[in-house]
């Protein structure tokens, strides 16, 4: 009965938002992000908690803005998610400005697919949906949510301009397959990993269970790893961007899957730093210590290894 309300709550705020123009959608969505902040005291305590350790020399006051600023930024997504679902891909297009895109088109061209990887930052979303427009449809690795109907409703968004998703079951198979085809395939890799699969590499000078999905899967198959981020513009108009890919450590390295996890964090913290509000502070990045974490399925060729986004 309560996804029921969920998906029903969600399908009227969908249907007020595609009337309204996309400013006044961010906006609103600001407001309610605001509104989130003053009643969940959970989720705003483990986001001040996360802010104190990784920016300890700011004063409270200055952590309690950005915790502000973060609500309000994630009630912006989800209410400009909604409205950019309802866009023709004409219009999609019109809203972004792309950076980088020699880079993407450079990556391609070594036939081995690209690995696109980014973390709940900015408007990862809405990257991927217009990803089609500006070059290839791509797959995007990703959990299930637990209400199907709100996730069907997700999933109709995310395929809209003809990319896919790939869920669990299988991933690896289906992964290795979009690569050898040259194809893209998009991962998060900045969430809590509890799983033998994980590495722990240093975010924010603290040890964070990651997965290593995305190095292992590199250099396995050689494809070029590429950092990817959606920042907003004025107007209801955002910025993608396209960075530099992520240079594979030498053959001779040890440990290779954990430093180039590590790389390609670096990289996501430079971007969380610039823009601290646009990061996730409210989940439990960093859950444990414990670094005896075994290396990555992926490398035994276990081909229903899990594969998390």
């Given amino acids: 009965m309560m996804r029921s309300l969920e998906l029903l709550a969600v399908r009227v705020v969908a249907a007020i938002v595609s009337l309204l123009p996309m400013r006044v959608v961010r906006r609103c969505g600001a407001a309610l992000g605001r509104m989130a902040y003053a009643v969940d005291r959970s989720h705003r305590r483990i986001a001040l908690e996360n802010l104190a350790s990784a920016f300890p020399a700011r004063t409270e006051r200055e952590r309690r803005a950005l915790a502000r600023a973060m ?9 400009e998610l909604l409205k950019f679902g309802t866009y023709t891909p004409a219009r999609m297009r019109a809203a ?13 061209q070594q036939g081995r697919g690209v690995l696109f ?26 959990r299930p949510l637990d209400n199907a109907g709100l996730n069907e409703m997700l999933e109709r968004i995310r395929t809209s301009t003809g990319n896919s998703v790939i869920y669990r079951q299988g991933a690896v198979r289906k992964v290795l397959r979009e690569l050898a085809a040259n194809r893209a395939v998009a991962l998060l890799i900045d969430q809590h990993l509890h ?21 292992a899967l590199a250099l396995r198959t050689g494809a070029p790893v590429m950092p990817v981020f959606a920042l907003a513009l004025p107007r209801g108009r955002y910025r993608l961007v396209y960075e530099h890919p992520v240079d594979p450590p030498t053959a001779d390295t040890p440990d290779a899957v954990r430093e180039f996890t590590q790389r390609c964090t670096d990289v996501l913290e430079m971007y969380v730093r610039r823009h601290p509000e646009l990061w996730l502070w409210m989940h439990r990045r960093w859950r444990d210590q414990d670094t005896n974490a075994a290396d990555d399925l992926l490398l035994r060729d276990e081909p229903d290894a899990e594969v998390d986004a």
């Fill in 96 to 108: 972004v400005e792309v950076e980088g895109e020699e880079r993407a088109r450079q990556a391609y």
């Fill in 195 to 215: 799983t033998p699969d994980a590495v722990y590499v240093d975010f924010f000078r603290r040890p964070a269970a990651t997965t290593s999905a995305l190095a």
């Fill in 117 to 142: 990887f980014t973390g709940h930052f900015g408007y990862w979303e809405i990257h991927a949906i217009v990803e089609p427009l500006i070059m290839h449809p791509i797959s995007v690795l990703a």
């Fill in 71 to 79: 609500f309000a930024h994630f009630g912006s997504l989800l209410l």
